[in-house]
C-alpha cells in the first residue's frame, strides 16, 4: 500500500465514474440523473442496511450512520419502551437516499479516497406502521399511509464504515431488527474478509497508520460481544481467522486482476476444506432451512420472497391504472367486488394464479435496448 503525502490513493472521480456505471448496469429504471436513483428496495420485501461512518461534525463523528432500503419504523409509545442503548442509530434517517450517494458514503476509505461531504434531508421522518414478521401474520396489516414531509436538509460527512468498529455490523444490525420487530430474535450469518492479525514488519509510517485502522475496523470486537450465551443457534460468524494478507487494492496482473483472483480462490477453498468449517455451514444451513420452512406457511413468505404481486388483466377492469395489488386477499376482494362473474373465463382461483407476478433480477445480457422496461415477466400474461 502507497499513500500520497497529505492526499488519498485515488482519485474520487474515478469512483464516482465506477459507481455510476454499476448502476447504470444494473438499476430497474434508466435516468439520466444519477442522484434521483434511490436506495429503495420494494416494499414487504428483503431489506438491505449499508453502513457509514459520520465524521467532521464534532458531536456526530465517529457514530455509525444507517443507510436504509426501507421505511423506518416510528411508534412513539414503542420508542419509550426502547432503552437509549438499544435504539438503533439516525432510527429516523438515512431512508430514501439516493444510491448514488450511499455508495459513495459506504466506500469513502480514508487515505483511499478520502471523505465524503453530502447533503441529506434532516429528517425524512416516514412515519410507519410495524410490519408484521412474527410466524403467521399477515401482509394486509402491514399497510403504510402515514407520512410526514422531509424537514430541511442538513450537510453530512461520511468514510467508509469499514474503518470503524462497525466493520463487523452484526451488533448493530441486530439491534435494528429487534427494534423493528419487536422480541423477535434473528438469526445472523457474519461473513468475515479473512484479514490477518496486525503483524506488519515494514516501514514505521504505514506501520502506525495501518495499526491503527485495523483496531479501529478489528471486526473480532462485535464478533465477541455477540458470542452470549443463548446465542449459539442465532450467531454464526464464517471467516478465515489465519487471514489473507492481500491488500485492499491488490489486482495483478493490472488488465485481469488474474493472479490475485486465483490467489483469493485457492485460499478459500483451503478454507473450506477444514472440518470444523464445513460441520458450521451444515450446522447454520440447518437453521436457516428450518426458519425458511417456517416462513413458508406464511402469506407474507411469496411476496418477501418472489416480489410477489397481483395485476389485474381482466376485462373491464374499472381500475385501469391502479391495477397492481400486493396481496392475495384484497386482489381477491377485487375480483369479487369490482367484477361481475360473467368478466372471466376461470374460477376466481384460476384467475389469482393467472394474475400472479413476480420480479426477476435483471440479467447481465439484457441489451440496452430492453433496460428501460426494468421488471420482466417471468409469466406470460395469459388470456383472462
Ligand atoms: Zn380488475
Redesign the pocket.
Known amino acids: 500500500m502507497k499513500f500520497g503525502i497529505g492526499g488519498n490513493k485515488f482519485r474520487r472521480a474515478a469512483l464516482e465514474k465506477a459507481v455510476k456505471e454499476v448502476i447504470e448496469r444494473r438499476a430497474e429504471q434508466r435516468t439520466e440523473d444519477y442522484s434521483e436513483l434511490l436506495f429503495q428496495t420494494e416494499i414487504d420485501t428483503c431489506r438491505g442496511i449499508v453502513f457509514a461512518t459520520r465524521v467532521g461534525n464534532r458531536q456526530a463523528a465517529g457514530i455509525p450512520f444507517l443507510f436504509r432500503s426501507y421505511t423506518p419504523f416510528d411508534d412513539k409509545s414503542h420508542q419509550q419502551r426502547t432503552a437509549q442503548a438499544d435504539k438503533p442509530k439516525n432510527h429516523l434517517e438515512g431512508s430514501k437516499i439516493s444510491l448514488l450517494k450511499v455508495a459513495l458514503a459506504a466506500t469513502a476509505a480514508p487515505l483511499y479516497f478520502g471523505s465524503y461531504r453530502c447533503t441529506l434531508s434532516a429528517a425524512q421522518m416516514q412515519a410507519s406502521t410495524r410490519v408484521p414478521t412474527a410466524r403467521g401474520t399477515n401482509i394486509s396489516s402491514a399497510r403504510r399511509t402515514d407520512s410526514r414531509p422531509a424537514d430541511g436538509k442538513s450537510e453530512y460527512e461520511f468514510e467508509d464504515a469499514g474503518f470503524s468498529a462497525i466493520n463487523n455490523p452484526c451488533v448493530e444490525v441486530e439491534r435494528e431488527i429487534i427494534h423493528h420487530h419487536d422480541q423477535e430474535e434473528p438469526i445472523l450469518v457474519s461473513i468475515g474478509t479473512a484479514r490477518p492479525q496486525p503483524r506488519d514488519r515494514r516501514n514505521h509510517l504505514v506501520r502506525v497508520v495501518r495499526k491503527a485502522f485495523t483496531i479501529a475496523g478489528d471486526p473480532e470486537i462485535a464478533h465477541k460481544q455477540m458470542q452470549t450465551p443463548g446465542k449459539e443457534d442465532r450467531y454464526f460468524r464464517f471467516n478465515d481467522e489465519e487471514g489473507i494478507d492481500i491488500e485492499m487494492d491488490d489486482w495483478r496482473p493490472r488488465n485481469t486482476g488474474r493472479d490475485t483472483l486465483n490467489e483469493l480462490e485457492n485460499r478459500f477453498f483451503r478454507w473450506l476444506d477444514r472440518t470444523e468449517v464445513r460441520d458450521e455451514l451444515e450446522r447454520c444451513a440447518k437453521k436457516l432451512v428450518a426458519l425458511r420452512q417456517m416462513r413458508m406457511e406464511t402469506d407474507r413468505w411469496e411476496r418477501f420472497a418472489l416480489v410477489r404481486f397481483f395485476e389485474?388483466r381482466?376485462n373491464r377492469?374499472?381500475?385501469d391504472r391502479d391495477?397492481k395489488w400486493l396481496d392475495k386477499e384484497d386482489f381477491t376482494n377485487?375480483?369479487n367486488r369490482?367484477?361481475k362473474p360473467d368478466d372471466f373465463e376461470h374460477s376466481i382461483d384460476e384467475v389469482v394464479k393467472r394474475s400472479a407476478r413476480e420480479w426477476e433480477y435483471r440479467t447481465p445480457w439484457d441489451t440496452p435496448d430492453t433496460r428501460h422496461t426494468g421488471l420482466t415477466w417471468i409469466r406470460a400474461i395469459s388470456n383472462l
Open positions: 389485474c381482466v377492469c374499472p381500475k391495477n377485487h375480483l369490482d367484477h
